[in-house]
């Protein structure tokens, strides 16, 4: 914007300066302008208009960071400046992609250098092993920086601990990287059809499941390999070990935290409150070289506003049969929606239940009773159709985006205009206790109970 941009002589710059002025009284007074504030925007002396073009740095260019820098590139105003990854066949890939579509991000092995070189950032996405984020969303929130981070949180809740208490001191966005807690379809199924208009009734049971194929270890393109001193200095004792992260304890929690922990999160938001005990089962039971358990399968328990509920969850990775989806079921109906739509985007109706049809005439599900079709058998007709009530009634909602950008946007739109985030700390912190516990009931053959206090950071 030039300088020549002024209204009686004052420009938009320097409204822009006066702001940040008024921003650093508000951290003092906890007002604005006279009304109550909320520190959302950037740090380093930069103030956030809601038009202004937010300049984005990754940490994490590996595959789940080109994911996120993919979505990125669909949302208008988001430049990626700076990227930073210690392997350097993730630093060429994303920023040989980011050059195709007109950003060239300035490129960095080591986070750290990122931060103390790059002066004007917006935000930072973190998308790096679980056992580094608490260390790298710490020192971006202390740099003044909001901050997405993929989950889990950690793979230790005392680290998780650590980003809610930096989130909450320095007043900066933390955002952690349930994206389901975005998504429109599954904002429209859990809030609208489950709590607003509770067309299943009381709902009691929950079931989900994350199955994969067998699969083998990670490789790497050999002329890629990191040299040892490089991987050892960044803390991975082999290259083997950097690339399946997920499945070592020191780097990760096994797929019980990476699948399981966007569904079981599900849980606490469908009944409205976290479980009060869990008991699981599982093991390595298919691949004796790996730490993490490959199959595990979970009960909790919960007390919710209606009564009591319990919630089943499996993920297994030696078969992919019927793929990941997320069932609820109540008195009245069931509802069963996945973030592929083909798994999960519909409704089923108990023959007692009220009838649905308003709900039809109001756009919250749709019907869907085929035409009739005759046909005739010995010179008899009948009539062949399915009604609603025996059938799947589907959800009106559509995701044309990719599963990942409308949580990005969200946190894009609370640094710009302060909407309230849809996955803050202190919401995934509760998920990550809920989840990190399972691996703690499966070593000790054991049923846990939580309190209300463990999941208060």
Same mark, same amino acid.
């Given at each position: 914007?030039? *300088?020549? *941009?002024?209204?009686?002589?004052?420009?938009? @710059?320097?409204?822009?300066?006066?702001?940040?002025?008024?921003?650093?009284?508000?951290?003092?007074?906890?007002?604005?302008?006279?009304?109550?504030?909320?520190?959302?925007?950037?740090?380093?002396?930069?103030?956030?208009?809601?038009?202004?073009?937010? /300049?984005?740095?990754?940490?994490?260019?590996?595959?789940?960071?080109?994911?996120?820098?993919?979505? !990125?590139?669909?949302?208008?105003?988001?430049?990626?400046?700076?990227?930073?990854?210690?392997?350097?066949?993730?630093?060429?890939?994303?920023?040989?992609?980011?050059?195709?579509?007109?950003?060239?991000?300035?490129?960095?092995?080591?986070?750290?250098?990122?931060?103390? &070189?790059?002066?004007?950032? *917006?935000? $930072?996405?973190?998308?790096?092993? *679980?056992? $580094?984020?608490?260390?790298?969303?710490?020192? !971006?929130?202390?740099?003044?920086?909001?901050?997405?981070?993929?989950?889990?949180?950690?793979?230790?809740?005392?680290?998780?601990?650590?980003?809610?208490?930096?989130?909450?001191?320095?007043?900066?966005?933390?955002?952690?990287?349930?994206?389901? @807690? &975005?998504?429109? @379809?599954?904002?429209?199924?859990?809030?609208?059809?489950?709590?607003?208009?509770?067309?299943?009734?009381?709902?009691?049971?929950?079931?989900?499941?994350?199955?994969?194929?067998?699969?083998?270890?990670?490789?790497?393109?050999?002329?890629?390999?990191?040299?040892?001193?490089?991987?050892? /200095?960044?803390?991975?004792?082999?290259?083997?070990?950097?690339?399946?992260?997920?499945?070592?304890?020191?780097?990760?929690?096994?797929?019980?935290?990476?699948?399981?922990?966007?569904?079981?999160?599900?849980?606490?938001?469908?009944?409205?409150?976290?479980?009060?005990?869990?008991?699981?089962?599982?093991?390595?039971?298919?691949? +004796?070289?790996?730490?993490?358990?490959?199959?595990?399968?979970?009960?909790?328990?919960?007390?919710?506003?209606?009564?009591?509920?319990?919630?089943?969850?499996?993920?297994?990775?030696?078969?992919?049969?019927?793929?990941?989806?997320?069932?609820?079921?109540?008195?009245?109906? &069931?509802?069963?929606?996945?973030?592929?739509?083909?798994?999960?985007?519909?409704?089923?109706?108990?023959?007692?239940?009220?009838?649905?049809?308003?709900?039809?005439?109001?756009?919250?599900?749709?019907?869907?009773? %085929?035409?009739?079709?005759?046909?005739?058998?010995?010179?008899?007709?009948?009539?062949?159709?399915?009604?609603?009530?025996?059938?799947?009634?589907?959800?009106?909602?559509?995701?044309?985006? +990719?599963?990942?950008? +409308?949580?990005?946007?969200?946190?894009?739109?609370?640094?710009?205009?302060?909407?309230?985030?849809?996955? %803050?700390?202190?919401?995934?912190?509760?998920?990550?206790?809920?989840?990190?516990?399972?691996?703690?009931?499966?070593?000790?053959?054991?049923?846990?109970?939580?309190?209300?206090?463990?999941?208060?950071?």
């Amino acid at each position: 914007m030039e *300088d020549s *941009d002024k209204k009686d002589g004052f420009s938009r @710059r320097d409204f822009l300066k006066t702001t940040a002025a008024g921003v650093g009284l508000a951290m003092t007074t906890g007002k604005l302008f006279g009304r109550p504030f909320l520190l959302t925007g950037a740090g380093q002396g930069r103030t956030v208009m809601p038009s202004d073009e937010l /300049r984005v740095a990754l940490i994490g260019a590996g595959e789940q960071g080109r994911v996120l820098l993919d979505c !990125c590139l669909r949302i208008p105003g988001i430049k990626i400046a700076a990227l930073a990854d210690i392997w350097e066949y993730s630093r060429n890939y994303a920023s040989g992609y980011l050059n195709k579509y007109g950003q060239t991000p300035h490129v960095y092995e080591d986070y750290k250098q990122l931060l103390n &070189s790059e002066k004007d950032l *917006d935000a $930072v996405i973190i998308a790096t092993p *679980d056992w $580094v984020h608490a260390e790298q969303a710490n020192a !971006c929130l202390n740099h003044g920086l909001p901050v997405y981070c993929e989950k889990e949180m950690s793979n230790s809740l005392d680290q998780a601990r650590t980003m809610v208490e930096t989130a909450r001191r320095t007043g900066r966005l933390l955002q952690i990287g349930h994206q389901r @807690r &975005s998504n429109p @379809r599954y904002i429209h199924a859990i809030d609208k059809l489950l709590h607003e208009r509770q067309i299943i009734g009381r709902v009691m049971i929950g079931y989900a499941q994350w199955n994969r194929a067998r699969a083998e270890m990670l490789s790497w393109p050999k002329k890629y390999t990191i040299p040892s001193e490089i991987l050892h /200095r960044y803390g991975y004792n082999s290259m083997e070990e950097f690339r399946n992260w997920r499945w070592f304890k020191k780097y990760g929690g096994g797929p019980i935290v990476d699948l399981g922990s966007h569904q079981i999160d599900l849980f606490s938001w469908a009944f409205k409150a976290n479980p009060k005990s869990v008991v699981a089962s599982g093991g390595i039971d298919y691949y +004796p070289q790996r730490e993490w358990y490959d199959n595990v399968m979970v009960i909790y328990e919960y007390d919710t506003p209606t009564g009591a509920a319990r919630a089943f969850y499996q993920v297994q990775t030696t078969t992919s049969h019927g793929g990941f989806y997320e069932t609820f079921m109540g008195d009245n109906g &069931s509802l069963v929606i996945s973030e592929v739509p083909q798994r999960g985007d519909w409704a089923y109706r108990e023959a007692h239940a009220p009838d649905w049809a308003p709900l039809v005439r109001e756009g919250l599900i749709r019907s869907e009773a %085929p035409p009739i079709q005759k046909v005739q058998t010995k010179n008899v007709f009948v009539d062949v159709r399915v009604t609603a009530e025996a059938g799947r009634w589907p959800l009106p909602i559509e995701l044309a985006k +990719p599963a990942h950008q +409308p949580h990005l946007e969200n946190f894009f739109e609370a640094i710009r205009r302060g909407v309230p985030l849809n996955c %803050p700390a202190e919401l995934a912190y509760e998920s990550a206790v809920a989840v990190l516990k399972v691996n703690e009931a499966v070593r000790n053959h054991a049923y846990l109970k939580f309190r209300a206090e463990d999941f208060k950071a």
